[in-house]
């Protein structure tokens, strides 16, 4: 079974350009989470998906930030336009049941100069 | 608040025993999860416990206590591969989603 996977695996774009970071999370698994560590500190929930709904939004930081997740499969996390705050590393997990245990991706390592 | 408190560096000889601990506010939480994170990978599930207790899994085992908001890793016989950081993170009550600390990187030495 694959596990979650994330791209770009980097991405190194400037400041007030747009960046689309992509998810794809482990078949069948209905729940996904995006989570985003800068540097020196914890890694911080963004928001949950329950197939294509959005069930928690808490954690985005504004609305610069958009995740979608059409039909329900992989979902995208786009960032326009990119602030230099925004560098970190942005992690995609997800889960077969809420509650359980959440499978990580390797994270897409976002540098915004 | 749900704030989740580890220390930041540990250091310990192959073969030893060493615990890491993680407290926390005893509100919001339904339970403990242990990660275990290599440089540059992802976080991979260790442990997860809902109950009070010790849950014990090979080398690698962890106690909950809700009452104290404590909780600790344990790792026995230890190896340089588990040289890592290694993230405490609760799971909120009525959401799904994780609070991490900042985790504690453990360096191995033979």
């Known amino acids: 079974e694959a596990g979650v996977t994330q791209f770009p695996s980097h991405s190194v774009i400037e400041k007030g350009q747009t960046v689309t970071l992509r998810c794809d999370p482990i078949s069948g698994h209905d729940n996904l989470y995006w989570y985003r560590r800068v540097m020196g500190k914890e890694i911080k929930f963004l928001l949950h998906?329950?197939?294509?709904?959005?069930?928690?939004e808490s954690g985005m930081p504004n609305n610069r930030f958009l995740a979608e997740r059409t039909g329900g499969t992989y979902s995208t996390l786009k960032v326009q336009p990119a602030e230099l705050e925004d560098s970190g590393v942005y992690f995609c997990a997800s889960s077969r049941v809420r509650g359980g245990e959440q499978f990580f991706g390797p994270g897409t390592r976002l540098t915004v100069l | 608040g749900q704030n989740i408190d580890q220390p930041t560096e540990m250091t310990a000889t192959e073969g030893a025993i060493v615990q890491i601990n993680c407290t926390y506010q005893?509100?919001?939480?339904?339970?403990l999860f242990w990660y275990q994170q290599h440089a540059g990978e992802a976080p991979t599930f260790l442990s997860y416990n809902v109950l009070d207790g010790l849950e014990e899994k090979g080398r690698f085992s962890s106690f909950l206590s809700r009452s104290k908001g404590y909780s600790y890793l344990l790792l026995k016989e230890l190896q340089m591969k588990d040289s890592a950081s290694y993230l405490c993170s609760g799971i909120s009550y009525n959401t799904d989603k994780l609070i991490f600390g900042t985790g504690t990187r453990l360096q191995v030495f033979p």
């Open positions: 998906f329950v197939k294509e709904s959005k069930q928690d």
């Open positions: 005893t509100s919001g939480f339904n339970g």
